[in-house]
């Protein structure tokens, strides 16, 4: 995951995006992501969103491509400065989205849904760092344990002193 938005999330009737600090008796306390940082508590009646449970919808009605992964396909695209803004034009927004994320569904994404993306997207990018992520798989040459690689030179270890060997 290259932004790391765990921890993040949005509280509905608040603008902004807000970093989780720790649950509290009534709700939770919630760090805007701003240049304040101002702390303040998300009562229980409101619904607090986690980033990494939102989901653009695809044009298969069963799948949706979570937001972590539209994200890093915008910064691989843009970086962090994105042509667009939550202010921008409808066919702007519309264009953005469907160079981001073809397979979007243009019935059930409304343009409202790209400028909170657009505009979500501007405040991570400038508050949270990017991370490059960490290929899962070995280079060709590097060894797949940490014990080291053994050649078919090697000499074969010694089995004096182990009971197990069999001769």
Not at 114 to 134: D, F, R
Request: hydrophobic share 35%.
């Amino acid at each position: 995951m290259p932004y790391d938005l765990k921890e993040l999330a949005a509280i509905s009737g608040q603008s902004g995006l807000f970093r989780l600090v720790r649950p509290a008796r009534h709700g939770v306390l919630v760090e805007s992501l701003d240049a304040k940082g101002t702390r303040s508590l998300a009562p229980a009646s409101n619904k607090v969103s986690l980033l990494t449970e939102i989901g653009i919808y695809t044009q298969d009605s069963d799948e949706t491509v979570p937001l972590t992964e539209v994200f890093e396909r915008i910064h691989q695209r843009y970086g962090a400065e994105l042509p667009v803004t939550g202010k921008s034009g409808e066919a702007e927004l519309t264009s953005f989205m469907g160079e981001v994320l073809p397979e979007y569904d243009r019935n059930r994404v409304y343009q409202s849904d790209i400028k909170k993306l657009a505009t979500w997207y501007g405040i991570v990018s400038k508050n949270v760092p990017y991370q490059a992520a960490a290929a899962d798989e070995p280079a060709a040459d590097e060894p797949l344990s940490t014990g080291g690689v053994i050649g078919e030179t090697d000499p074969s270890p010694t089995d004096a002193g182990n009971p197990e060997v069999t001769r």
